[in-house]
């Protein structure tokens, strides 16, 4: 699993609760070291924030869709953007979540997107 979000506290809580799940977890504080880094990992989901410094989310998932080696990997949005409705309609997101969120139901989210790969 990929965790990329620039905040250091909010990649380090969801770290430590995706490894307490049992999954691997590789963390970026951007769109640009998230693309190297899923390059590099291949992981089965990615849990991405919107608002980032250097590439943001939606930049990150231009290239991500872009790449045939990455195109296939779900993406689950975790942001606190206003109005996510409308902002990741054309993410073709796996699910969207608003911080602050249920962890509960993003471990769900997470397992039923990982089920495809």
């Known amino acids: 699993m990929l965790v990329i979000d620039d905040d250091f506290e909010i990649r380090l809580m969801l770290s430590l609760t995706f490894e307490q799940a049992g999954y691997s977890v590789v963390t970026a504080a951007s769109g640009a070291e998230g693309l190297k880094a899923a390059r590099l990992a291949r992981p089965s989901v990615i849990v991405l924030d919107l608002m980032m410094p250097i590439m943001d989310g939606h930049g990150f998932r231009a290239r991500q869709r ?29 699910a969207v979540f608003t911080k602050p969120f249920d962890f509960n139901a993003l471990l769900e989210a997470v397992a039923r997107a990982g089920q495809g790969r």
């Open 66 to 94: 872009a790449d045939p080696d990455l195109v296939e990997i779900p993406v689950i949005v975790v942001s606190a953007a206003h109005d996510l409705g409308q902002k990741t309609q054309h993410l073709d997101a796996a």
